[in-house]
């Protein structure tokens, strides 16, 4: 029977440009792309302020990990929950009535003797094997 590798740490990508993976060249190029189109096409001053903006945009996006997540994925999460209607649930608690009684305080607590609870306790516990 053949054995074959078995492959670990199959969660972190692949480096295709020297440190960067996949997406990471992607998202620069495509940030580069909007930049030197924005050259040709607006004035000079909005240019620069355009491409800043992309830039750090593009690097955020392509580089910064916030609790292992990118920060694409935590902007859709964000406006995923902004929108989404919530329902909220309020759960009561069951407890006992929270006020005392007046013969419940005259009478004060129930003796051992009296209670069912306590006999029952006792059989079961003082039974012969």
Not at 27 to 55: E, Q, R, T
Request: hydrophobic share 45%; glycine share 6%.
């Amino acid at each position: 029977m053949a054995q074959y590798p078995i492959p670990q740490f199959i969660e972190a990508e692949g480096k295709i440009v020297s440190f960067l993976t996949f997406r990471q060249f992607f998202w620069l190029v495509g940030g580069g792309v909007i930049c030197i189109g924005s050259y040709y096409l607006l004035p000079f001053w909005l240019f620069i302020i355009l491409s800043a903006l992309v830039a750090l945009f593009v690097a955020l996006v392509a580089f910064i990990k916030i609790d292992d997540m990118s920060v694409i994925a935590l902007l859709l999460n964000y406006m995923m929950f902004s929108t989404k209607s919530k329902n909220y649930v309020w759960k009561k608690k069951q407890t006992e009535y929270p006020f005392k009684t007046k013969d419940t305080i005259t009478a004060g607590p129930p003796k051992p003797e009296d209670s069912k609870l306590q006999s029952v306790k006792g059989m079961v516990e003082y039974r012969k094997k």
